[in-house]
């Protein structure tokens, strides 16, 4: 008997994929000032893929990400 195959899930851009890193980044800083890099980073690029319409890849990044709250934070900030 065939088996239906599983859907595949979208591969992330590197842009997402970027966004990731930076989170666990964040994630793992160690002071204040080391947070603020991160996080003007994480902006910068989260507003990148906003502008551009990827939205959903910014999306699965932050399901993705072990530092979920801090992007979810981030993005309630930027008003979005």
Do not use: C, V
């Given at each position: 008997?065939?088996?239906?195959r599983a ?31 991160w996080e ?31 992007l979810a ?8």
């Amino acid at each position: 008997m065939a088996r239906t195959r599983a859907k595949a899930h979208p591969r992330l851009t590197r842009d997402a994929e970027r966004l990731i890193a930076l989170s666990n980044g964040l994630n793992a800083s160690g002071s204040l000032t080391e947070d603020r890099f991160w996080e003007a980073e994480m902006s910068t690029l989260t507003a990148k893929l906003l502008e551009n319409g990827n939205d959903a890849m910014a999306l699965s990044a932050i399901r993705d990400s072990e530092a979920r709250a801090k992007l979810a934070e981030l993005k309630k900030r930027m008003g979005q």
